[in-house]
């Protein structure tokens, strides 16, 4: 059985970039997680480490694997990028965030790249569908579409009790159409529903497995 990562390791793990899993740490470090299927190195320059899926699961359950009285992994530092859902505060769109979802978009392009077989990158990988609010965010304000604000227009995303959906409410209907349309080009199945009760229309997305 494969021994579970130290502690300085496991840092390195809750480190990584939240989208794209790069991994910074020692070439020790790194070179062992590489030995435990946990990361794996990139074939070209500047040949950076990434987590592999079983890294991200790790990643995603703190202490599943830690060593017995090992302490406690620390918060998710602050100043990570996050997708916007809809309804958050803050100010609107200005270039430093453009930049930053920008950089973003391309890491999950590049991880999806990475970890299909073929190097395709039409399809949603691992990551968005463990965490497929924040990967409909990203694809949306990728494209240009406006997040909601407290209280203004713009789209807003929640989960579904369906497994792998996400719903997408937007009150301008050309908007969410487009919506919709940015969704498929991001490799999402995206169809518009009415709301029973209220008669809201809102698009429902799923991310395509082929």
Known sequence: MTRPPTAAQRRVIEAADPVTGRLKGTEAQLTA??????????PRPPRDHFLTPAGHRLRESPGASDDAGAPEPSAPATGVFAARTGGEEGPEAGPARL?????AWQGLLELRRMTRPDGATDLPCAWERTHLVQAAALALEAAGHRPAGVDGGGYRIRPTPQPEAVSVHEPDPGALRACAASLEKAGWHAGEHTEPRTGARFVLASPRRA
């Open 33 to 42: 997680l590489v030995r435990r299927g946990l990361a794996f190195r990139h």
């Open 99 to 103: 930049r930053e979802v920008r950089g």
